[in-house]
């Protein structure tokens, strides 16, 4: 999607080994958002971000954490990947106040074997 | 409990008639709500926003109703297309704000809608 790519798009790993996920945005917005969408639970928050090396937890924010060292790019980690973390991830950017809404990108498909 | 609830997992339609998808919340006093579309292995896309002092919005064929006495928005596709169809995803930010607080948006589940031609 036009001023966000996440990669990689697909990724298969096994149990136990971490797995960082990157979302680059060129379109200078302030805030970034993590997601996973599973059947039957929808979009649920990860971690966000609300500046440069400002983020905070979401509902489903366990075994995850996130680093913005930059405004562009803000990274997903499992510490220690789990069958449960099978997902399809997003990120997005907003720009609040603008009525814009979110934008995503394409997502990340993770398999945990 | 907090909840945003779409009443349909799916709804199937024939085209050329009016869609018509339920959005309800409990327990948030949003200052808007949004929805969007998802297609098949892609990211959800921006349709429309609608404030809370905003009874209705519209563009093209797509309208959106938002009653805070309710809870409720509702989402009407008219002279529906089978390009319609999609899953639509209402969401809201449950600080009430406009998002400048630092909080996200929770999401309902969706409606798949499916326009037949």
């Known amino acids: 999607d036009a001023g966000i790519t996440q990669s990689p798009r697909h990724k298969v790993t096994e149990t136990g080994t971490p797995v960082t996920l990157r979302c680059h945005q060129t379109e200078n917005h302030r805030y970034m958002y993590w997601y996973r969408q599973d059947p039957g639970h929808g979009l649920r928050l990860i971690h966000y971000s609300y500046g440069v090396k400002d983020t905070d937890k979401g509902e489903v924010s366990d075994g995850y954490s996130v680093s913005r060292s930059k405004t562009e790019d803000f990274l997903l980690t499992l510490e220690s990947a789990t069958s449960s973390q099978t997902s399809v991830y997003f990120c997005?950017?907003?720009?609040?106040?603008?009525?814009?809404?979110?934008?995503f990108g394409s997502g990340t498909r993770l398999t945990v074997v | 409990s907090q909840k945003i609830e779409q009443n349909s997992e799916a709804l199937n339609i024939q085209e050329g008639k009016t869609a018509t998808l339920t959005c309800n919340y409990t327990n948030y006093s949003p200052a808007y709500l949004q929805w969007y579309r998802q297609d098949p292995g892609r990211g959800p896309v921006f349709l429309l926003l609608?404030?809370?002092?905003?009874k209705e919005k519209r563009k093209e064929r797509l309208k959106v109703t938002f009653d805070t006495t309710l809870k409720q928005s509702l989402f009407h596709i008219t002279a529906s297309q089978p390009a319609d169809s999609a899953t639509y995803l209402c969401?809201?930010?449950?600080?009430?704000?406009?998002?400048?607080?630092?909080?996200?948006?929770?999401f309902g589940k969706g409606t798949t809608l499916s326009v037949s031609s």
């Open positions: 969401a809201l930010d449950p600080s009430g704000s406009e998002g400048q607080a630092g909080t996200a948006l929770i």
């Open positions: 609608i404030r809370e002092n905003e």
């Open positions: 997005a950017i907003s720009a609040p106040g603008q009525g814009l809404g979110y934008t």
